[in-house]
């Protein structure tokens, strides 16, 4: 996977602060990971490796021990917190100086297969025989990480035995390079009459990358801030340069960049640390001796004078204003990121200059009306050895360059002068205390990638997590000088000339021509091959797909098995009592650290359907309330529509699932006026009117009919300590809001009532009385088949196809999710991926039943579908084995017992209902699946005919579809 330009930003850690410890408390309390690891003292030998630092980071609830390997001078961190969710990963920088993608191709080639693991993809089949809660790799500007996590002891020395064996000692076989990176091959590869086309997995994500207009301005902006060495390049691959990589090059990267004198190794959580490091040592480091790797990347030479560049991008479809599609920003290069406090500084006064409508740049350039949302990347970045600070304005009319420039060098002087109010400064340190409270299951995955940038280019991993220590000498410098801040913004941006300008202007042949050039590369490579070669192309070509298409062994590869998995899940005490006299309010007690999560749910079904559509927005309105105001609501509007454009390219097979299933369900429907295609559209012709007032009426309308408390129930997780104040505050919240003055009818007036379930021990009755839940039915629904294709100028399709089946409690259900995941790993992987070229593709199954089929990048899209429907053949046919079916067992009890945060306890009781006593009835579904009741399902719900199916494709002309009369065109 790759990752473009972006921010190393607090916030992404302050929001995943604090991990899934169950035994963390508000002040700092030794726990036993954390006691283990105080235990080593720097000097110690352990497995090859020296102890060189035992730090406790007491705000974090963690011990980092820093270690480095004596015969290769590798790098270590282990971070020992009491946190069942344990994580590794191994990084090394990787710095091109082409734009051919090699570091990207070779991260997707080193995961198909090694020395100890010859099989082919090693790393999708581990996805089957592991409780992993994650697995992945990703290749940034200047690092490459693999990274992943698990609570199960023995999975993490298989899951750490793959990776090693993957990443050191990789087959790179040149079959492996010509499905991964590119190659050369026939339309149809048994037919060598049919024409020479480039297809290849990374050649067609790159592709798809860069049909994002966010992303093309973005790369551009790192390339031409810094262009004197690796960030000059795209790491990714530009997709015109990519076919210039060959198999040898490939071969070299990986000998002078994954050694393991140029890794650092990361480990996370409550295993023994001595495991790690003996596995590691034996299995990977002793074959090295220590090399000095020439990777490392020059400080960019300062400018004596700013620099402007033009660049051109393709139109956007879902523009509000087709001549206002320009997008311009001012950056500037800051300090080196190795400097941790003054990182620090200056991602909290980015902050301060852009975030929320309070800040100098919002007001300045949002609020000015010129444009419709910041440009891309706006803030504090510090994913490059140099940071860089970025400020403008995307949608705008390209007259208009000039002015936001002017305001920008307006507010930069502002801002000098005034500096900025205290209690916004100490607004932002306190969330920033609040946010380090909150515990989330991804801690370990939080932090290395926090670290990765700053540990990269040799900074202190360690120092940068001292966040504590951080905020204390930043308000000490604030105390001492009052101008600290006004000073930094003085010297890194007004006094600063190494400061680029880019402005984007749209070019409605842009796809045209990036068509043509790609037309004209693929001619010069076709033209340069004698008769033998393409020979050799054919006979390649034919090789690969015979080996795509042959069944695997993997049984070279660790595997936990199904009796590993736990029987049965805990369960959650759950208390649920009537507030404001009868709104239910589900109470679960949890070690939340001092932090209070309440959350209200809002009955729709007295709400007109012409209001509908405007709920999510209202949702934007109601958390943004000074938007009530016509000129701060069209702000809010225009930068909503340019976000939902913008998100298309990366969501599209999400979009194309959603709008597949919208006439399958009364929730469908519902799923894609708030959240799909129609709402991407509603919000574009809402920012294009002249006068908003008519929209802005609806909302008090909406308000009347969701903010009461006829309508609505609550939720609250919170320290057992806590519960009697919030219960209080429960008690106010709902007293404010009140009720309905007249009773109002639904609309669908059928509910059907059920009585709520609790946990475990827990209490629903409320003076001797059974709470009872609504639910509301359509009988009047009927499913329908749809058929729609989006017409949007990319190069690549998002393919979508859902069948209506039965719910979570339905005893067919757990037979559909296996089926569901073997299908996309015994079947669509193959035939969507590795032979068809997409990025990705599979099958999933909602809670309410909704069977997807799905690709992602796609270069294909009729024979996406006719795919699918191979797939149903193939499992109708019942063409797999008991070690498939216990493989998929394994990767759907990955999911059903990934870590919950305390903050999530009970939210799937809250939100649709599921006790645990019918999540463990499921389970125990789950654990019964065989062969015949998935051959029986796949015949009774997928085959035609069977079940209701809906159809959507997001993508480029297609003349088969224009000429199918079934499928609707938009």
């Known amino acids: 996977m790759w990752r473009c330009g972006g921010r190393r930003s607090l916030g992404a850690l302050w929001r995943l602060k604090s991990g899934s410890a169950h035994h963390s408390v508000c002040r700092w309390k030794s726990q036993p990971a954390c006691e283990r690891a105080l235990q080593y003292k720097v000097g110690e030998k352990i497995h090859g490796f020296t102890v060189n630092q035992v730090t406790p980071v007491p705000e974090l609830f963690l011990t980092a021990v820093k270690l480095s390997h004596d015969n290769t001078g590798a790098r270590y961190l282990h971070l020992a917190r009491e946190d069942t969710n344990n994580l590794f990963s191994v990084q090394f920088r990787t710095t091109p100086m082409d734009s051919t993608g090699v570091p990207h191709v070779l991260e997707h080639t080193v995961l198909c297969g090694s020395q100890k693991y010859p099989c082919r993809d ?414 050799q192309i054919y006979e390649k070509g034919l090789e690969l797909r015979t080996q795509q298409s042959k069944p695997q062994d993997a049984s070279c590869l660790p595997a936990l098995k199904v009796s590993d998995i736990e029987p049965t899940m805990p369960f959650t005490k759950l208390d649920v009592a009537l507030a404001a006299g009868e709104v239910p309010v589900q109470y679960c007690a949890q070690p939340t650290n001092g932090m209070v999560y309440f959350r209200a749910f809002s009955n729709l079904n007295t709400l007109p359907e012409e209001l509908k559509p405007y709920v999510p927005l209202f949702c934007n309105v109601l958390t943004n309330p000074c938007f009530e105001e016509e000129e701060h609501f069209k702000v809010l509007v225009k930068m909503t529509a340019q976000e939902l454009s913008n998100g298309i390219p990366d969501s599209g097979h999400l979009y194309a699932s959603v709008r597949a299933s919208k006439m399958l369900t009364p929730a469908g429907d519902l799923q894609e006026t708030f959240g799909g295609m129609d709402q991407v559209r509603l919000m574009k012709r809402i920012a294009e009117m002249t006068d908003m007032k008519p929209v802005l009426r609806k909302l008090p309308r909406i308000k009347k009919h969701l903010l009461n408390c006829d309508n ?156 699918f429907g191979k797939a149903v053949d193939w499992a109708k046919a019942g063409k797999f084995t008991q070690q498939d079916i216990d493989e998929a067992k394994l990767s759907v009890f990955s999911t059903v017992d990934a870590p919950v945060a305390p903050s999530e306890k009970g939210m799937d009781h809250f939100l649709y209902g599921l006790s645990d006593e019918v999540k463990q009835a499921h389970r125990e579904q789950l654990f019964a699946v065989s062969h015949d009741k998935l051959t029986a399902v796949s015949n009774k719900y997928l085959g035609i005919g069977r079940s209701t199916h809906g159809m959507a494709i997001l993508g480029p002309e297609n003349p088969k579809i224009a000429k199918d009369p079934s499928w609707i065109i938009r």
């Open 122 to 535: 090693p790393f999708f089949k581990m996805l089957n025989r592991s409780l992993s809660t994650f697995m992945n790799a990703f290749t940034a500007s200047d690092y490459t990480l693999y990274p992943f996590s698990t609570q199960n002891p023995k999975d993490f020395q298989n899951l750490l035995s793959v990776y090693l064996d993957a990443t050191f000692f990789p087959c790179l076989r040149e079959l492996d390079f010509w499905q991964e990176g590119w190659r050369l091959e026939h339309e149809n590869p048994s037919d060598p009459q049919t024409p020479l086309i480039f297809k290849g997995v990374v050649f067609n994500e790159m592709k798809g990358a860069f049909t994002d207009n966010e992303r093309i301005f973005s790369q551009h902006l790192q390339n031409r801030l810094l262009p004197d060495h690796t960030y000059s390049v795209i790491s990714g691959g530009d997709p015109l340069c990519i076919p210039e990589l060959t198999w040898e090059q490939l071969k070299e990267f990986h000998a002078t960049h994954y050694h393991p004198s140029n890794a650092r190794f990361f480990t996370y959580g409550n295993f023994q640390l001595e495991q790690h490091l003996k596995q590691i040592h034996e299995e990977a480091l002793s074959k090295f001796q220590k090399i000095e790797p020439s990777t490392s990347v020059p400080p960019q030479k300062p400018w004596d004078k700013p620099r402007e560049f033009q660049i051109t991008c393709g139109p956007d479809s879902f523009a509000t204003d087709p001549s206002k599609q320009t997008t311009i920003s001012v950056s500037f290069l800051l300090p080196d990121i190795t400097d941790t406090f003054e990182s620090f500084t200056l991602n909290l006064l980015s902050s301060l200059l852009v975030s929320g409508p309070n800040s100098p740049f919002y007001k300045a350039l949002i609020e000015s009306g010129l444009g419709t949302d910041f440009s891309p990347d706006v803030g504090y970045n510090g994913y490059t050895r140099e940071a860089y600070f970025s400020v403008g304005l995307q949608g705008i009319a390209e007259k208009d360059i000039q002015t936001v420039r002017n305001l920008v060098d307006k507010t930069i002087d502002e801002v000098v002068e005034k500096g900025f109010e205290d209690d916004r400064i100490e607004a932002l340190l306190h969330k920033i205390e609040i946010q380090m409270k909150h515990q989330s299951t991804s801690f370990g995955l939080a932090l290395t990638s926090y670290i990765a940038s700053c540990w990269n280019h040799d900074g202190d991993p360690v120092e940068l997590l001292k966040i504590g220590d951080h905020l204390a000498q930043f308000r000490q410098c604030l105390k001492e000088n009052p101008k600290f801040l006004q000073e930094k913004v003085k010297q890194y941006f007004k006094n600063n000339q190494h400061r680029l300008t880019l402005s984007m202007n749209p070019d409605d042949k842009y796809y045209e021509k990036q068509a043509q050039m790609e037309a004209e590369k693929l001619k010069q490579k076709v033209n340069s091959l004698s008769l033998k070669d393409k020979e």
């Open 712 to 867: 609505m129930r609550c939720s609250v997780n919170a320290t057992p300590q806590q519960m009697s104040q919030a219960e209080k505050e429960v008690e106010k919240f709902l007293g404010n809001i009140g009720r309905s003055k007249k009773e109002r009818k639904p609309v669908r007036p059928h509910v059907i009532e059920k009585p709520a379930h609790s946990g475990l021990s827990g209490n629903t009755h409320v003076n001797g009385s059974q709470i009872i839940r609504k639910l509301i039915t359509d009988p009047t629904f009927k499913p329908c088949q749809m058929k729609t294709h989006f017409l949007l100028p990319f190069p690549v399709n998002y393919v979508g196809e859902c069948v209506r089946t039965v719910p979570y409690t339905d005893p067919d259900h757990a037979s559909l999710k296996i089926l569901a995941r073997l299908m996309t790993a015994k079947f669509l992987h193959t035939e969507i991926r590795e032979k068809g070229g997409a990025y990705g593709g599979g099958a999933r199954l909602s809670h309410n039943g909704i069977f997807t089929l799905y690709s992602y990048r796609d270069p294909n899209s009729v024979e996406t579908l006719q795919s």
